[in-house]
């Protein structure tokens, strides 16, 4: 029988997202992580404004990080609360994910992890 390993990554830890603002999270190292394809975001966000979360990849560390065509948004107009969330991003070596305030209030405090199978 194979190891079932999940691994998460804290991307952020009560960090505040101004109106229309964006932060993202450092660069995630998927090349030896014998990823099998599942990605879930967990997410808490608390004041008033909502966030949309993408993400973006890059074929090397250094490179320049772009946001695939065919990528789906993680989440879209989320209200502050709690959220779990899979998606399927396209193969890549490094991910980042993003998360905007949506222009209408600012967040307050980011709390949000990667799991990864």
Known sequence: MSEQVVRVFKLW???AIAKSGVITSGAIDLRYLGVAGY???HLITAGTGTTTI???VAPEL???YITPAAASAIGS???VGS???SFAPIVTPFIK???T???VNPITSVQAWLMIK
């Open 54 to 56: 993408t993400y973006s």
């Open 77 to 79: 107009a989320l209200a």
């Open 101 to 103: 305030e949506d222009g």
């Open 97 to 99: 994910l993003i998360i």
């Open 62 to 64: 250094g490179g320049t």
């Open 83 to 85: 959220y779990h969330s």
């Open 39 to 41: 990605f879930a975001l």
């Open 13 to 15: 830890n009560g960090t």
